[in-house]
């Protein structure tokens, strides 16, 4: 099946630092979306992304599926930024998605 | 307000038993799914639904059942025979074609003693 990796693994950043977490993909994709994991489990959809740039607010995301690889860039990151993105993949052909390990980001005071 | 239900949110059972996790939604989506989180992971896929009353095995199905009579629910069975229970379950729906976004519940977190 299709190998998803995330890196890095862990990031802690001081507030107001800019940050770039990164999805891999081992296969040709069609639907790829980035999602946050607040503290209390919940996932919240951040975009969804299957090919170019899109921007919302301080967060914006980028996937150049024929490289096969997908970026998150977070600005002027908030402590509420804190929590584990997860980027999830659905490969051509597929009927549902697979979900990377997570990046688990801690925004300092 | 539209969205995706899951109940209870904590769930304690005994070694042995049979528990079954809710999971509904009033987004008028086709397509329903069941994920694992064990802490520290990644969700893995348990089971799926594309449409009423059919529904496909996921990555590790082994020891789960689910049943999809109506659109709206899709309630997943955490069997005797799942080894080793304790996790956090998520439901997550979508619209059901490909190319199409998942919107997930709150999540139950379940633990077996």
């Known amino acids: 099946g299709i190998q998803v990796e995330q890196s890095p693994p862990d990031l802690i950043l001081q507030e107001g630092a800019n940050s770039t977490l990164r999805c891999n993909f081992s296969?040709?994709?069609?639907?790829l979306q980035w999602f946050h994991q607040n503290p209390w489990g919940q996932l919240i959809n951040l975009f969804y992304?299957?090919?170019g740039t899109k921007q919302n607010g301080r967060l914006s995301a980028t996937t150049v599926a024929t490289e096969r690889y997908s970026l998150l860039y977070i600005s002027s990151s908030q402590t509420t930024d804190s929590g584990v993105y997860f980027c999830?993949?659905?490969?051509?052909?597929?009927?549902?998605?697979?979900f990377g390990p997570g990046t688990r980001l801690s925004v300092l005071p | 307000d539209g969205g995706i239900t899951q109940s209870p949110k904590y769930l304690f059972r005994k070694e042995g038993q049979n528990v079954t996790l809710s999971c509904e939604q009033n987004?008028?989506?086709?397509?329903m799914y069941w994920y694992r989180q064990d802490p520290g992971q990644g969700l893995r896929l348990i089971y799926y639904?594309?449409?009423?009353?059919?529904?496909q095995k996921g990555d590790i199905a082994e020891g789960y059942s689910v049943s999809r009579e109506k659109k709206e629910s899709f309630p997943l069975t955490v069997t005797s025979a799942q080894k080793n229970p304790t996790a956090f379950y998520l439901c997550?729906?979508?619209?059901?074609?490909?190319?199409?976004?998942?919107?997930f519940g709150p999540g139950t977190r379940l633990t077996v003693l």
């Open positions: 997550a729906s979508s619209i059901g074609t490909s190319l199409d976004e998942q919107f």
């Open positions: 296969d040709s994709v069609n639907n």
């Open positions: 992304i299957p090919s």
């Open positions: 999830a993949v659905e490969r051509v052909g597929g009927q549902n998605f697979v």
């Open positions: 987004l008028n989506h086709d397509a």
């Open positions: 639904s594309q449409i009423v009353n059919d529904f």
